[in-house]
């Protein structure tokens, strides 16, 4: 699937590793998104309150504001924001979210994270 060229999926990716950070963002344009990656949760704040994504994917060791405390900033500010919670740690500690991706991770569960997370992503 792929998403309309004027009106692609908004994905907003959290994460300090430049490989994995680029590797999501392959994955999510690979899929028609429209993609901006962060590598802090500070930097994460303007981000998502400039483009106003429908997906956050947020790693949950980060330096500085850690995880956990911006997917708990993302639901307050973002409510409409589906979040996915990406990491090596054991998926029972990962937060509550819309959808986990556990490192390492394929292709195929961020499609699958797209249809079960972004109902619009389906219909593009």
Do not use: H
């Amino acid at each position: 699937m792929t998403g309309v060229v004027g009106n692609p999926v908004r994905v907003l990716v959290i994460e300090d590793s430049e490989d994995q950070r680029d590797l999501l963002r392959t994955y999510f344009e690979k899929a028609g998104c429209a993609v901006v990656t962060v590598k802090n949760a500070e930097d994460a704040i303007p981000a998502y309150r400039e483009t106003e994504p429908e997906l956050a994917v947020v790693d949950l060791v980060l330096p500085g504001m850690d995880g956990w405390a911006l997917v708990e900033r993302l639901r307050v500010d973002v409510p409409d924001c589906a979040i996915a919670v990406t990491s090596v740690l054991d998926v029972r500690k990962y937060p509550v979210a819309c959808a986990v991706l556990p490192k390492p991770f394929t292709r195929a569960q961020i499609l699958q994270v797209l249809e079960n997370s972004v109902p619009r992503w389906k219909a593009l």
